[in-house]
């Protein structure tokens, strides 16, 4: 419901994290002119990506078969099949059957650069890898200032030794404010500490979104 209050058509959508596309197929289908661009590393996630777009008649979505990260190049994924969501550049699970894959990574910056094409809207969700994300595209959301929608978990930040408060003041150092949903509107969030259950944030750029702030902020 935020999300729809967020964007719009003629945005281009930056889906970090695509999994079988749930957020892409979502967006797509409430403003079908919005450009999506969708990254998920894993092969055979990948596949599951492509046919669902397929199927949803949705083929206007671009997708990409490589993560996004604060490197380029091929570096080993921690994959469970049975819970593929939990794929990561470390064994978040903790399975000694995990799979081991090799996937490509770049940098958010040498996509924006390299595809002429910046976010809007970013949707990050890599299983505690969020961070490296944000550091491999500071120079586009120093720029661009996109509406950043992450997962932020603790259990999942210590296996990249970093705690979510470091990304927290690493986008308020370029003017971001954090949020959380509630009742439908947005609630500002300092930091996290031991007793917090949200796992879902929202980052809006003080200046630039001004205006949604003003209708998602209760009176």
């Known amino acids: 419901k935020i999300i729809?209050?967020?964007?719009?058509?003629d945005l281009v959508i930056f889906d970090i994290g695509a999994n079988f596309g749930w957020y892409s197929l979502v967006c797509s289908k409430m403003f079908s002119d919005?450009?999506?661009?969708?990254f998920e590393p894993i092969p055979a996630t990948f596949n599951y990506l492509?046919?669902?777009?397929?199927?949803?008649?949705?083929?206007?979505?671009?997708?990409?078969?490589?993560?996004?990260?604060?490197?380029?190049?091929?570096?080993?994924?921690?994959?469970?099949?049975e819970l593929s969501g939990n794929a990561s550049l470390t064994n978040v699970s903790g399975?000694?059957?995990?799979?081991?894959?090799?996937?490509?990574?770049?940098?958010?910056?040498?996509?924006?650069?390299?595809?002429?094409?910046?976010?809007?809207?970013?949707k990050c969700d890599v299983e505690g890898a969020e961070f490296l994300v944000f550091q491999g595209g500071y120079e586009t959301i120093k720029k661009y200032k996109p509406i950043i929608f992450s997962e932020m978990l603790r259990?999942?930040?210590?296996k990249f030794n970093y705690h979510p408060n470091q990304i927290i003041n690493f986008l308020k150092d370029l003017g971001y404010r954090c949020f959380i949903p509630h009742n439908g509107q947005l609630k500002e969030f300092f930091e996290m500490d031991e007793n917090t259950v949200e796992t879902n944030f929202f980052f809006l750029h003080k200046e630039k979104h001004h205006g949604q702030l003003q209708k998602l902020l209760p009176l």
């Open 4 to 9: 729809g209050k967020l964007v719009g058509p």
């Open 34 to 38: 919005m450009q999506i661009y969708a």
């Open 95 to 122: 399975r000694k059957d995990v799979q081991i894959i090799p996937c490509a990574v770049k940098k958010l910056d040498e996509f924006v650069e390299e595809n002429n094409v910046h976010p809007d809207f970013i």
């Open 155 to 158: 259990k999942w930040a210590a």
């Open 50 to 81: 492509k046919k669902n777009i397929i199927l949803n008649n949705c083929e206007s979505i671009k997708i990409f078969n490589h993560g996004l990260s604060n490197e380029t190049g091929l570096i080993d994924f921690y994959f469970y099949p």
